[in-house]
């Protein structure tokens, strides 16, 4: 945790990395809880991107009218890659600087509180992190923003391919996002009554999956799902697909979900999620402290050092999957 002393009268507030349903929910809350408490709101667009190029623009509590139920971000957001160098980091401190920027809001996932956090270090720029991700993947929050709109829209999806999945007694492979994150996989599967869950973590294999379709058909079932998620590429379920059929037989029909997990408008819980996480980092920021992130443990907000949060890797448990494995009789 860090400490500061400087007064704050003008806030920044940028997304990075990839966009996340409820991102405009915590721009929204920002935006309006940092005006009650006479802050001026600057938004930076396109992340890191935009410090670097100096895109930024007044926010005002009326401007953020209507956009609590839209997807994506009004900031829009991208990657950075030369972020990692100091000397990159140095011309946005210098940028943010002379923009009268005293303290930063970033939302967004690993990489962004990754170039947060060093914005603190190197350059005592005060920050804090609202973790904005549908892959959950951030360790010391139960859960981030996004996620819960991810599931929902990817359980929806899997509704509509049972029906199919029944009507013509087929196995399909769903394939979800997840690079190196099951949660997505874990949560859809256990949800969707799935007969087996792919995870970037857990080593399940084809021979096991086989095993378990070919029993769930002895006692009577016509039709299953498999759930994966895309791990190192998406496209994994065409691969899945093919093993299977050379293992087997069984002719698998694939379905890749895709960038609409993170489209749409976001839940009522991620919006309830980002508004509070807003709030808390606005109040957090006021009181002179930073370089943290506002995760949950539970139903309660609590501050993680962003050091800590960069530095520990979140897994995915492993009960979800042992659970939707009993479940899939």
């Not at 946005?92 to 600087?97: F, Y």
């Not at 829209?153 to 087929?170: G, N, P, V, W, Y």
């Amino acid at each position: 945790m860090g400490k500061f002393q400087t007064q704050i009268r003008k806030l920044g507030i940028y997304t990075s990395g990839g966009d996340a349903p409820g991102m405009n929910a915590a721009i929204r809350a920002v935006v309006r809880i940092a005006a009650s408490k006479n802050l001026e709101t600057v938004g930076i667009l396109s992340g890191y991107l935009g410090m670097l190029d100096k895109q930024f623009i007044e926010l005002s509590p009326r401007g953020m009218g209507n956009i609590i139920q839209r997807g994506g971000t009004i900031l829009k957001t991208g990657r950075a890659p030369d972020f990692h160098k100091p000397e990159v980091r140095k011309v946005a401190a210098e940028n943010l600087k002379q923009a009268g920027i005293d303290a930063l809001v970033c939302i967004g996932g690993d990489g962004s509180f990754r170039g947060a956090h060093a914005l603190w270090e190197e350059h005592r720029i005060p920050v804090i992190g609202i973790p904005g991700t549908i892959d959950n993947d951030i360790y010391g929050t139960d859960r981030t923003v996004g996620f819960d709109t991810a599931v929902n829209t990817a359980l929806d999806a899997i509704d509509k391919i049972r029906d199919t999945a029944d009507s013509h007694d087929r196995l399909f492979i769903v394939e979800v996002m997840g690079r190196n994150s099951g949660f997505i996989a874990a949560w859809v599967g256990l949800a969707g009554g799935a007969e087996e869950i792919f995870t970037p973590e857990v080593n399940t294999t084809v021979d096991k999956a086989v095993d378990r379709i070919r029993e769930a058909q002895k006692r009577g079932k016509k039709s299953s799902i498999i759930i994966t998620a895309e791990g190192q590429k998406p496209g994994r379920a065409y691969d899945l697909a093919d093993a299977i059929r050379k293992k087997s037989g069984l002719d698998a029909k694939v379905c890749i979900l895709g960038h609409q997990q993170r489209g749409g408008s976001p839940t009522a819980n991620d919006r309830i999620l980002a508004s509070r996480m807003a709030g808390a980092a606005v109040e957090t920021l006021l009181k002179g402290d930073c370089d943290l992130m506002v995760g949950t443990e539970g139903n309660q907000l609590v501050l993680v050092p962003l050091e800590e949060a960069i530095s520990h890797e979140k897994k995915t448990p492993l009960d979800y999957i042992h659970l939707a494995n009993q479940l899939a009789t």
